[in-house]
């Protein structure tokens, strides 16, 4: 989960180097203290859902610090999040389907040992191998064997029969290529999503191991923490990426509520100095802005948020239901009242800020309409009681969760309650464990700029970020042939496959969000990416007592 404003990749890309897509810290969770090291610059952060693997990570937590320790074949622009090559020297097709990929040979993980063109085939191959049961295994479906590697998730039958994945041969150190099931122009684009970075030989003696203090190939490595409490980052010597950044040292601050972290901020006091999001209560009437003079960003980001029905609990699965709910829902009050206007009601999947968004992909089951939502309430099979489990670290969800049932109860005239998860990790296990038994929050942080990122991984059948089982043959078949397409004819399929979510309504659009970032007077040079990440390569410690 990551995010934002775009243009595809042209079909045969060779994308060029620039600054990499930094660190964002996401809603969560722990506590401070204003006598903590100095020379630190100290990030709001959140626990981490899984050890800290690249192709067992898909939330904001891990994925978070995972963006600062390794750096991908591309890094995303910080201002445009245009994709530019950053490991990868060219990344080059003449027809979409067959990808030669050729390496700089001067980055090196933080071991010492070179990254080669073996570190990335490696690292994609035990991805998408079925028993090794890593969530980013969808994102390997699109490489040739992958049917054979990962039957269940990539369209195979029966158990895996292959380790590798055919479409991946090493050239030589410095080249391989990705021979893909179906031509995709998208493939360079997405390349520099956490999923595809490489992996030093030392992971593969212990994974586990590895999670805890992984070794990467980018501007920071991890020199101290845990999940609970966060993670202490130190700047790499010798890092040969034009990201390299000026401070020394990186803290990720786990919080046990964004209250506690807003007023470590307000402190001023050196326990924290970015926070990404503040809480509803700083954005009445502007106060954030009020206390923050010149340390504040408010701008479109791409992070879309829903709620998600499980297809897998009886009555869930019924159109009747997920339109009902949806018009009950009064998204313009909501975002006014909780957000003060710094969301935007969702007429659809897709956030504004890519290109092909198109406004009114679920129309009309997104206009607050009391009338016919009790309308098909009645046709549904399921009728109430209804819960909306929501993770309480984040900022905003219990507010939005509570206003959400609140509308939900006054619409339908029915039961609906608040469910609040501890903390993003306990929420996020008990979602990916399908153990959800009503509805539940849903959001997403573009991994990587394009409309794609929006579908694909969040609804396709089986895929890595599908928690509510949603399966439409017809939606997969279009996302497909959406991939083998170029420009606008692309966009188009695409925004076909969007506009068939509003027939089941299963995942119920909320809003769209802006980022309303502070920062402390002890840094400078803040730079809040279009994926509503802090860029840490440009921050400055201005003020290290």
Do not use: H
């Not at 307000?266 to 700083?282: F, I």
């Amino acid at each position: 989960m990551r995010v934002n404003g775009r243009r595809r990749l042209a079909a045969v890309a060779a994308v060029a180097l620039a600054l990499p897509l930094a660190l964002a810290a996401c809603g969560s969770s722990g506590g401070s203290s204003s006598a903590e090291a100095s020379g630190a610059v100290k990030v709001y952060s959140c626990k981490p859902q899984n050890p800290l693997v690249p192709t067992n990570t898909n939330e904001v937590c891990g994925g978070n610090i995972l963006d600062n320790v390794f750096t991908g074949l591309v890094n995303y622009n910080p201002d445009t999040a245009e994709p530019e090559n950053a490991v990868a020297k060219s990344i080059t097709s003449t027809d979409n389907k067959l990808w030669t990929i050729k390496l700089n040979d001067n980055y090196k993980f933080q071991d010492g040992t070179a990254v080669t063109a073996k570190s990335f085939v490696d690292a994609w191959n035990y991805g998408a191998y079925e028993p090794n049961a890593q969530i980013n295994s969808y994102f390997f479906c699109i490489i040739a064997g992958s049917d054979k590697a990962n039957p269940t998730t990539c369209g195979g039958t029966g158990k895996a029969t292959a380790k590798t994945l055919s479409g991946l041969k090493v050239v030589s150190d410095t080249e391989f290529t990705a021979a893909l099931t179906t031509p995709a122009s998208s493939f360079p684009v997405q390349l520099g999503y956490t999923a595809f970075d490489p992996l030093p030989a030392s992971f593969y003696a212990s994974p586990s191991a590895f999670g805890k203090k992984p070794v990467g190939n980018g501007p920071f490595q991890i020199t101290g923490g845990t999940p609970d409490k966060g993670f202490t980052l130190t700047a790499v010597e010798g890092y040969v990426g034009p990201d390299k950044p000026t401070v020394k040292t990186v803290e990720f601050k786990t919080y046990q509520s964004p209250q506690a972290a807003y007023a470590d901020m307000r402190a001023d006091n050196g326990s924290l100095d970015l926070m990404d999001q503040v809480p509803p209560s700083a954005l009445a009437q502007n106060a954030y802005q009020k206390a923050f003079p010149g340390r504040f960003v408010n701008k479109p980001v791409g992070v879309f948020q829903s709620v998600t029905l499980p297809q897998y609990k009886a009555g869930y699965n019924d159109p009747n239901l997920g339109k009902a709910l949806s018009l009950a829902i009064n998204r313009p009050v909501i975002t006014q009242k909780v957000f003060n206007g710094g969301r935007t009601p969702a007429t659809g999947w897709v956030s504004p800020v890519v290109e092909g968004y198109k406004a009114g992909a679920c129309d009309p089951y997104c206009a607050y309409n009391p009338a016919l939502a009790k309308t098909f309430l009645a046709k549904a099979t399921y009728k109430g009681p209804f819960s909306f489990s929501y993770n309480a670290d984040g900022p905003g969800n219990k507010d939005a969760a509570e206003a959400v049932c609140n509308s939900i109860k006054n619409a339908l005239g029915v039961e609906c309650n608040a469910k609040a998860y501890v903390d993003f990790d306990t929420f996020r296990t008990a979602v990916v464990g399908k153990e959800m038994s009503s509805m539940f929050r849903t959001g997403w942080q573009m991994d990587y700029p394009s409309m794609e990122n929006f579908l694909a991984p969040l609804y396709v059948t089986k895929a890595s970020a599908n928690d509510g089982g949603y399966s439409n043959p017809q939606f997969d078949s279009l996302i497909t042939k959406a991939a083998g397409e170029n420009g606008d004819a692309s966009l188009a399929t695409y925004q076909q496959a969007e506009k068939l979510l509003s027939q089941q309504m299963s995942i119920i659009p909320l809003w769209y969000q802006n980022q309303q970032s502070v920062w402390s007077s002890r840094v400078g040079g803040v730079k809040v990416t279009p994926f509503s990440t802090f860029d840490l390569s440009t921050v400055t410690l201005a003020n290290k007592s």
